[in-house]
């Protein structure tokens, strides 16, 4: 059996070792645990008017955002966190990247946008989940969890009598004392709340595990059933949003919809997801598939009707960030990730005490020994390169000079084609051109455009299909060949060919 003394010089090299790397994940995780009212204190655009007891217009948040970002596909709209909060709707500008826009619920007033990653809220969970390196980052931090979960439980066993320690905090005894005993307090009141980050930020880690090896342990996305494909028109018109909420709620009892993510494509479904009674899950638990043209339920997924297993995995995020009964339990959640903090941080001034005048040298040396080169690596190289992968994937640094449409004129129009424009954006190296339709919503069959020029070359867009709101392909062209462009050709179905002419 191992000692006291042994399992306490292996919590306290442990902990020495592990000591920035641990307190950059605690501090990260702490005010993860309250970035969305961090995005709220800085973000202009997000703060509204308080209006408690109106309803929110889900029809007039995406007419509205439409007019303002017509040539965007927009992906879903979020409610407010809080009444005086803006709405979020998520959209896909080609040109610029993901994009967040945020809207007024009750009036349907767009009062700006701003890149995805431009939020404290998405930075700081992905900082805190795996240093911005989501391919390899959970399998740096998720061990931390267990190291955390280990050390937690070895000091019922080597702390004689931790039960009477909850209050013997040493003030008046010397600095080392100090810290030493405060190190003690604070972990005496936060066992609760280290065993409970222990174990989601262990499963965190398992998760990842599973899913990685091919293993799928909730149940998978659905799609509109094949059969219920129209093959023979080109658009179909989806319901629309608040009809989309209206049978959410009657299909689920109590259900208090959050998000609505719409049907890009005729495969896809429209997903209504929200809280119902059930306690301490995410609102991905309770979830509405809908048929987008018929408005038929296709899936009904309520978390008493889940396995243990899905449950739990619905429970790991707000267990784990506080995130399940309003601002006073965050602020807990905080105040005791803040202890964390402190402990990572008195774990080192107790230490620096007690090689004070006996070792040389640089108190990094001492503490972490040959762990610096591992500590400032793991830190370094996938936070610097995580960084880069989320600007850029994100296309912060993308540069849009100005933006003009141009109306086309449609010729072999198949059954209920709308009117179409192309949209031309210049990026500064290449000219950017999609083609939108002015549906108010449409599903799109797949299709393959090419754009055609005069000088008889042919430019293909780069995706294969439109999907969503107007369109998501685009074709890069030189800035000398804009005036150039004779049509755009679309070819669905094997042999039939829209011709659309830009209108001079």
């Known amino acids: ?50 209006q408690p007891d ?28 809080y009444s005086n909060f803006a709405a979020i709707v998520s959209m896909n500008a080609p ?87 405060l190190h003690k307090v604070l972990g005496l009141w ?29 149940e998978e996305g659905v799609i509109v059933p094949e059969k219920s494909i129209t093959q023979n028109q080109f658009f179909e018109t989806q319901i629309n949003a608040s009809q989309a909420i209206d049978i959410a709620k009657k299909s689920i009892p109590n259900f208090h919809p959050t998000t609505i993510a719409f049907a890009s494509t005729q495969s896809n479904i429209i997903k209504v997801v929200g809280y119902t009674d059930a306690i301490l899950v995410r609102p991905r638990s309770n979830s509405v598939s809908i048929h987008p043209v018929t408005g038929e339920v296709i899936r009904i997924r309520q978390t008493e009707n889940q396995s243990a297993l899905s449950i739990w995995i619905d429970m790991a ?19 005791f990730g803040l202890f964390t903090c402190v402990m990572s941080a008195s774990g080192i001034i107790i230490f620096v005490k ?13 503490i972490l020994g040959g762990m610096k080169y591992v500590t400032f690596t793991v830190l370094i190289i996938p936070t610097f390169f995580g960084t880069l992968h989320t600007l850029y994937a994100h296309n912060i640094f993308a540069y849009v000079e100005h933006n003009y449409q141009v109306p086309l004129s449609v010729k072999a129009t198949p059954e209920k084609l709308p009117k179409a424009t192309m949209y031309v954006s210049n990026t500064g190296e290449k000219m950017i051109i999609r083609v939108g ?68």
């Not at 191992?2 to 702490?30: D, E, N, P, Q, Y």
């Not at 980050?197 to 398992?206: A, K, P």
């Not at 090689?355 to 990094?364: A, D, E, F, M, P």
Request: aromatic share 14%; with cysteine.
């Open 317 to 335: 995020d707000p267990l784990h960030f506080g995130d399940f009964s309003g601002l006073f339990v965050k602020l807990i959640w905080f105040v």
């Open 54 to 81: 109106s309803e929110i217009d889900w029809d007039a948040i995406r007419t509205n955002v439409h007019k303002q970002f017509p040539n965007r596909p927009d992906m879903g709209i979020t409610k407010p966190l």
């Open 437 to 504: 339709f002015d549906c108010q919503q449409c599903i799109p069959k797949k299709h393959k455009m090419e754009l055609i020029l005069n000088d008889g070359s042919i430019v293909k867009f780069k995706k294969s299909f439109i999907s969503g709101y107007r369109g998501a392909a685009s074709a890069y062209i030189d800035h000398d060949k804009l005036s150039l462009i004779e049509s755009v050709i679309i070819k669905y179905d094997e042999d039939k060919t829209i011709y659309l002419y830009p209108q001079k």
């Open 354 to 366: 007690r090689i004070k005048n006996k070792k040389q040298g640089s108190w990094i040396k001492n």
């Open 95 to 181: 040109e610029l990247g993901a994009r967040r826009v945020f809207v007024n619920p009750y009036t349907g007033e767009v009062k700006g946008d701003l890149p995805f990653y431009a939020s404290f809220q998405r930075t700081l969970r992905d900082l805190h989940r795996y240093l911005l390196a989501p391919a390899g980052g959970l399998y740096i931090v998720g061990p931390l969890a267990v190291i955390l979960l280990i050390s937690t439980i070895s000091v019922l066993f080597f702390y004689k009598k931790w039960w009477q320690g909850f209050f013997k905090l040493r003030v008046n005894s010397g600095a080392r004392a100090f810290w030493g005993s």
């Open 190 to 218: 936060s066992l609760w709340f280290l065993l409970l980050m222990g174990i989601t930020g262990t499963w965190y880690l398992t998760e990842k595990l599973i899913g990685d090896v091919g293993v799928k342990i909730q």
């Open 1 to 50: 059996m191992i000692s006291k003394k042994t399992l306490l010089a292996v919590h306290s090299w442990v902990g020495l070792k592990l000591s920035l790397l641990m307190f950059i994940v605690c501090l990260t995780g702490t005010f993860a645990v309250i970035s969305h009212e961090i995005d709220w204190l800085f973000t202009e655009d997000l703060r509204i008017t308080s």
